[in-house]
C-alpha cells in the first residue's frame, strides 16, 4: 500500500476566526455553490446539518476532467485547533482505485488580520496502481481557498 499527502497554504487577509466560522459550517457549501459552479458544479447536502458525520455530494461542472461527481463526509470538526477534515466515500478518488483519501482544511492565525489555509490531501492507494497518485492535486482547493478568501476580504472591506 503507497500512502501519500500534498498541501497547500493560501494566505488570507481575513481574521482567522472569521475564516473559520465559515470552513467550519455549510456556509462554505453556500459560497462555493454562488461563486464556483464553473469549477465545483453543485454541491449538496446528503444528510446533516454541517456537524461529523455530515455527507455532502458534489456533482463537478461539466468539462471538468477525472470523475463527475464526490461525496464526502465529515470525519472531524476542531474548534479549537480549526481543523476540519472529511473523508472521500464515494466518486471522486475512489473511482480511480484509492483505498482511502482524506481533505483537511487547517485555518492558521497569522496575526490579528491575517490566516493562512492549509489544504492538505492524504491518501492511500494500491502499489500496483501507484502511478495513478500522480492524479491527487490541490489544485481545486487552491482555486475555492483564493475565491472564499477574496470574498471574505471584499466583505470586510465594505462592512469597514
Known sequence: MMHGHLSQD???????VVVWDVYRTLEL??????????VFGKI???????????????????GIP????????????????RVKES?????GYKDLGFERC???????EKDAESCIVRSTIEYEI?????????????????IMNG?????????MRSSN
Do not use: M, W
Open 10 to 16: 493560501t494566505l488570507i487577509k481575513v481574521p482567522a
Open 29 to 38: 457549501a453556500r459560497l462555493l455553490n454562488e461563486l464556483l459552479q464553473d
Open 44 to 62: 449538496e447536502v446528503v444528510q446533516g446539518d454541517g456537524g461529523v458525520g455530515t455527507i455532502l455530494k458534489i456533482t463537478f461542472a461539466p
Open 66 to 81: 477525472g470523475s463527475t461527481y464526490l461525496s464526502e463526509i465529515f470525519t472531524k470538526i476542531d474548534d479549537e485547533t
Open 87 to 91: 473523508e472521500n466515500i464515494e466518486g
Open 102 to 108: 482524506r481533505f483537511r482544511l487547517h485555518i492558521i
Open 126 to 142: 494500491d502499489d500496483k496502481l501507484q502511478e495513478i497518485a500522480s492524479q491527487v492535486n490541490t489544485k481545486p482547493q487552491e
Open 147 to 155: 475565491c472564499i478568501g477574496k470574498y471574505l476580504e471584499e466583505k
